[in-house]
């Protein structure tokens, strides 16, 4: 990451996924009962490094670079001005609490939500509310307590 001054910041980013590849436009209205435009999956990107969680925990690889593939869309959330190490110890709070291994739900602690709470962390900007209550919309559907069940213990990602 760039070397952060209180001069110039670093740009923020969300890469933003379609883990259905396609299929949640297709088929949610049958399976789920509600038309959906994807599956998201997101991640802040910062510096060439993109953070992301998953069933592993909190992940930082390399931007676009990571088993997700393209991107969907690229949303563009300003700068950030908080210095390389204070966001290492934040991230490394994340990974040992909230966003640990193991900690993974599908409904209530996904990628959407490390993402929003990054977001928060780097500028005070938050995730777009399309994506990020898309699981309440879901649970909240004709089909949404059948799906809670069939993912009970979380999607493997």
Avoid: W
């Amino acid at each position: 990451m760039d070397e952060t001054n209180e001069e110039q910041g670093t740009k923020v980013q969300v890469y933003v996924y379609d883990i259905s590849h396609g299929l949640a436009r297709v088929y949610s209205r049958a399976i789920v009962g509600i038309d959906m435009d994807a599956i998201y999956h997101t991640s802040v990107v910062m510096g060439g490094k993109e953070y992301y969680f998953d069933r592993e925990g909190a992940t930082i690889s390399q931007a676009g670079k990571t088993r997700f593939g393209v991107p969907m869309e690229v949303l563009e959330l300003g700068e950030t001005f908080i210095p390389g190490e204070i966001l290492g110890e934040y991230l490394d709070d994340l990974k040992q609490n909230r966003f640990k291994f193991g900690s993974y739900n599908l409904f209530h602690n996904n990628c959407n939500h490390f993402t929003h709470e990054l977001l928060q962390f780097l500028n005070g900007t938050e995730l777009e509310k399309r994506i990020l209550h898309l699981p309440e919309q879901v649970l909240s559907s004709p089909n949404g307590a059948l799906i809670q069940q069939m993912f009970n213990g979380g999607i493997m990602m």
